[in-house]
């Protein structure tokens, strides 16, 4: 079996090495930040995400972490690097991270006497970096040639924070840009070894599959902000009921209901970056990506109608106060990057209204973001007993809950922007506002 290491141990990195250590695989885990590397060899996770303290609790004796780039050279015949690619100003990719790491990986490889090593880039990258750039640095580095002295594969993930190990063992699409037939094979080789099931394999050039990866991503994003205009559509007709339309829509197989609820702007670290990314990459060879555009606009506008819908309620009421449910761009996870919720504070914020908010998770990153701005609370109900003007802006299971106990005021008006909340149980006191639905 071969040996595997891993660059990167954040968010993805730490997943992905603890998935295909519980699956058998040797890993050694490398990062710059030493308490990520002290956290794997302690043997406890490093990053909070679903059942990743328990797969690497399951991988003793077959996952450990490193800040050397020799000891994984030298102790791997694969190496994954899933280091951060953030956006630029120009809204490409940066691989600053990625080439910094393939540097000393390459300058590892040159100095042993190993034939040939495989290099897997899971990070996001724009179309065309690894023949125009990765490529070249690791030729010029290592003294090898390509498909000679080592190979390369383009090998993104389809994965969500929140159920990212789920995601990694049951994906439905894994993607392999190979930099020939022997890279593709190994690749595929290894993931029908880790994966739970059987995912459609779709093998191809490199860029090809630099292309697949945003044009997939953007493509998600249209469909997302065609759901929340219909949502938008509905909430002025009487009558019209966006779940009962996407529903419908979805049963048809040329729609598929994923990513059609209608509710808020999409967030997140992939879908934004990623949609902006397709665009500057399509006009770089001359063509108006127009549909990519307007899906931007469409989102930012998102952010804005439920901060006018907020607004709206407020002068209606004696709210002095807002409460807030949520902070992540989406539940089991306490990344607030691109989040609804984070916009819409920032518009309310620049309202002087004030705010206070609950999250089971993304707290402590909400108060290095807002600081005093806002207000924390402990709990849902402590949330709730602050304000008589309540948004629920992400679908976790512990807001599902919320009935008429949780509040103390006369009257309090609620803002589900899921429609996860039974408005039977809210008693005569709430005034029950679902997004996606007339007010009645």
């Not at 469909?223 to 559509?233: D, M, R």
């Amino acid at each position: 079996m071969d040996k595997l290491s891993v660059i990167g141990l954040g968010k993805l990195g730490a997943c992905s090495a603890a998935c295909f250590a519980s699956r058998g695989f040797k890993v050694i885990g490398v990062d710059i930040n030493k308490d990520f590397v002290d956290a794997i060899n302690s043997g406890k996770a490093p990053v909070y995400e679903p059942r990743l303290q328990e797969l690497i609790t399951a991988s003793k004796g077959r996952l450990k972490a490193t800040q050397d780039y020799e000891e994984a050279i030298k102790g791997s015949d694969i190496t994954f690097l899933i280091v951060p690619t953030p956006s630029r100003q120009d809204g490409h990719f940066s691989d600053r991270y990625l080439q910094d790491a393939l540097k000393y990986l390459s300058l590892a490889l040159k100095k042993t006497d190993k034939k040939y090593h495989l290099f897997i880039i899971t990070s996001t990258v724009s179309p065309g970096t690894i023949d125009e750039s990765i490529i070249p640095l690791i030729e010029s580095v290592s003294g090898r040639k390509l498909n000679k002295g080592f190979g390369i594969s383009y090998n993104p993930e389809f994965i969500a924070l929140g159920s990212v190990i789920s995601d990694f063992l049951n994906p439905d699409l894994l993607l392999i840009g190979e930099s020939s037939k022997a890279v593709g094979d190994r690749v595929e080789e290894i993931y029908r070894g880790v994966c739970e099931n059987r995912p459609y394999v779709a093998r191809m050039s490199l860029v090809s599959a630099e292309i697949t990866k945003i044009s997939l991503n953007s493509y998600i994003t249209m469909k997302i902000s065609f759901a929340n205009t219909l949502a938008n559509l509905c909430e002025a007709i009487p009558e019209a009921d966006i779940d009962d339309i996407t529903m419908a829509l979805g049963a048809d197989k040329r729609i598929s209901p994923y990513y059609l609820k209608g509710g808020l702007s999409f967030g997140g670290p992939c879908f934004p970056r990623d949609n902006r990314a397709f665009a500057v990459f399509a006009e770089k060879y001359g063509i108006d990506a127009k549909l990519a555009r307007i899906t931007d606009e469409v989102n930012r506008f998102q952010t804005s109608h439920l901060a006018d819908l907020v607004l709206k309620h407020i002068s209606g009421s004696s709210a002095s106060i807002v409460s807030i449910l949520g902070l992540a761009y989406k539940p089991n996870t306490p990344v607030i990057e691109e989040s609804s919720s984070v916009k819409l504070i920032e518009e309310l914020l620049k309202k002087d209204i004030e705010i206070i908010v609950y999250d089971p998770l993304a707290m402590e990153n909400a108060k290095v973001y807002f600081g005093d701005n806002i207000l924390y609370a402990s709990s849902v109900k402590d949330c709730l007993s602050h304000s008589s003007v309540c948004v629920v802006v992400t679908q976790e299971k512990e807001f599902s809950a919320i009935d008429k106990d949780y509040f103390v005021n006369d009257s309090a008006t609620v803002i589900d922007c899921w429609r996860i909340l039974d408005s039977s149980k809210l008693g005569k006191k709430v005034k029950y506002i679902s997004v996606g639905k007339s007010e009645k």
